[in-house]
Antibody, heavy 117, light 107 residues
Framework: QLQLQESGPGLVKPSETLSLTCTVSGGSISSSSYYWGWIRQPPGKGLEWIGSIYYSGSTYYNPSLKSRVTISVDTSKNQFSLKLSSVTAADTAVYYC?????????WGQGTLVTVSS | DIQMTQSPSSLSASVGDRVTITCRAS??????LAWYQQKPGKAPKLLLY???RLESGVPSRFSGSGSGTDYTLTISSLQPEDFATYYCQQYYSTAYTFGQGTKLEIK
C-alpha cells in the first residue's frame, strides 16, 4: 500500500522560505509513470494545487505561485520536496503531498505550516 | 486558468436523501474531472475520476456524470458517513484547479 508522509518545520517566519519533504513508501517514486505533487489548504478554506514533478525532474506549477515555488525530487531517497520562498501569512495552510497524475489517489496526512514572526 | 464553480456551496440533507452537487468549468475539460470527499482534519479522498469512473473501494451510491463544462456528483442515498465537504478538480489543464467546495450537512 502506497503511503506518503510530509515533514518539515511547522513554523516559518515571514519573508523566509518554507521547505517540506514528502517521503513515499510502499512503492518507488521512479518505477511508474506518475507525477507527484503538492496541494495546500488554508485554515477553513478550499484546496489549492501548488505543483507537480515527474521522477525525471519535469515540473509544472500553479501560475499564481510559479515565481516562488520549486519542487524537486530525490529518487535515491524516494522523496520529493517543496520550497516556497518569500512567504507571508497568506501562505499559512495545511500542506499535502500526493500522487498527482491529473487526479490524486494517494495523499499524505498533511502538515500545518504557520507563517508568523 | 480554468475556473471551477461548484454549487451549492452548502447543503442540508437527511439520511436516505438523494443529493446532487454541480461543478461548472470556465471552458470545456473533456471529462478530465475528479471528485473528492474531505472530512474535518483529514486529507481529501478520491471518489471519482474521468467524471464518472468510481475509484476502487468507493461505494456505488456515489456516481458522476457530465460533459463539456458541466458535471455532477450524485449520492443516491445519503449515509451518515457521507456528511463531509466535497470538491471537484479539473485536470484538463496542467494548471489543476479545484472548485470551492460543497459542505454537506445533516438536516
Amino acid at each position: 500500500q502506497l503511503q506518503l508522509q510530509e515533514s518539515g518545520p511547522g513554523l516559518v517566519k515571514p519573508s523566509e522560505t518554507l521547505s517540506l519533504t514528502c517521503t513515499v513508501s510502499g512503492g518507488s517514486i521512479s518505477s511508474s509513470s506518475y507525477y507527484w505533487g503538492w496541494i495546500r489548504q488554508p485554515p477553513g478554506k478550499g484546496l489549492e494545487w501548488i505543483g507537480s514533478i515527474y521522477y525525471s525532474g519535469s515540473t509544472y506549477y500553479n501560475p499564481s505561485l510559479k515565481s516562488r515555488v520549486t519542487i524537486s525530487v530525490d529518487t535515491s531517497k524516494n522523496q520529493f520536496s517543496l520550497k516556497l520562498s518569500s512567504v507571508t501569512a497568506a501562505d499559512t495552510a495545511v500542506y499535502y503531498c500526493a500522487r498527482a497524475s491529473g487526479f490524486s489517489d494517494y495523499w499524505g496526512q498533511g502538515t500545518l505550516v504557520t507563517v508568523s514572526s | 486558468d480554468i475556473q471551477m464553480t461548484q454549487s451549492p456551496s452548502s447543503l442540508s440533507a437527511s439520511v436516505g436523501d438523494r443529493v446532487t452537487i454541480t461543478c461548472r468549468a470556465s471552458q470545456g475539460i473533456s471529462n478530465s474531472l475528479a471528485w473528492y470527499q474531505q472530512k474535518p482534519g483529514k486529507a481529501p479522498k478520491l471518489l471519482l475520476y474521468a467524471a464518472s469512473r468510481l475509484e476502487s473501494g468507493v461505494p456505488s451510491r456515489f456516481s458522476g456524470s457530465g460533459s463539456g463544462t458541466d458535471y455532477t456528483l450524485t449520492i443516491s442515498s445519503l449515509q451518515p458517513e457521507d456528511f463531509a465537504t466535497y470538491y471537484c478538480q479539473q485536470y484538463y489543464s496542467t494548471a489543476y484547479t479545484f472548485g470551492q467546495g460543497t459542505k454537506l450537512e445533516i438536516k
